[in-house]
T-cell receptor
Framework: GQSLEQPSEVTAVEGAIVQINCTYQ??????LSWYQQHDGGAPTFLSY????GLEETGRFSSFLSRSDSYGYLLLQELQMKDSASYFC????????????FGRGTQLTVWP | EAGVAQSPRYKIIEKRQSVAFWCNPI?????LYWYQQILGQGPKLLIQ????????DSQLPKDRFSAERLKGVDSTLKIQPAKLEDSAVYLC????????????FGPGTRLTVL
């Protein structure tokens, strides 16, 4: 089976930097994805890491260490609109991939 | 480009009744997913289609849930009969290929079973 651990809640102020960690235990691991979901909204894709290292996309960066079964999402220059739930998800399988999601981290950004 | 469409957006039924959800994926996307998201949890994959074939339905409660994707485009998910624990948001997602790297989600159907 698959097991993912991420903090349930994180709070920060506008302009700050926050890191959301994700550790996983799974077989057939192929990559780690991150999704953002606002209350009542649909999950939206943020990033995907298949190789070790840091991927940067604007204010958001994602990191993966396959040897440590660990990854994180880094959000910089936080804005109020970043208040949302953030899910890490492991991709299982190469050709026919499937995603298994963690329980999510609720990020609250204060003014 | 139009996104993933789902209907209805909300549904309230009593236990033991039946319900069906509809999904229209992004045009040209071969892979379609149905997820169940219970309040406070992450989406849980129920079934994955590649064109009109089932890739994975290992987490679909087949005694009450069924899904089909005729002609490899639209899909329907049915629950018959519904139980209280089926109350959740049912999300449909699609991706261009089968790798599942980047999935595009629809707005979901919020189901309440009384």
């Amino acid at each position: 089976g698959q097991s993912l651990e991420q903090p349930s809640e994180v709070t920060a102020v506008e302009g700050a930097i926050v890191q959301i960690n994700c550790t996983y235990q799974t077989s057939g691991f192929y990559g780690l994805s991150w999704y953002q979901q606002h209350d009542g909204g649909a999950p939206t894709f943020l990033s995907y890491n298949a190789l070790d290292g840091l991927e940067e996309t604007g204010r958001f960066s994602s990191f993966l260490s396959r040897s440590d079964s660990y990854g994180y999402l880094l959000l910089q220059e936080l804005q109020m609109k970043d208040s949302a739930s953030y899910f890490c998800a492991v991709r299982i399988g190469s050709t026919l991939g499937r995603l298994y999601f963690g329980r999510g981290t609720q990020l609250t950004v204060w003014p | 480009e139009a996104g993933v469409a789902q209907s209805p957006r909300y549904k309230i039924i009593e236990k033991r009744q039946s319900v069906a959800f509809w999904c229209n994926p992004i045009s040209g996307h071969a892979t379609l997913y149905w997820y169940q998201q219970i309040l406070g949890q992450g989406p849980k994959l129920l079934i994955q289609f590649q064109n009109n074939g089932v890739v994975d339905d290992s987490q679909l409660p087949k005694d009450r849930f069924s899904a089909e994707r005729l002609k490899g485009v639209d899909s329907t998910l049915k629950i018959q009969p519904a139980k209280l624990e089926d109350s959740a948001v049912y999300l449909c997602a699609s991706s261009e290929g089968p790798s599942a790297d980047t999935q595009y989600f629809g707005p979901g159907t919020r189901l309440t079973v009384l």
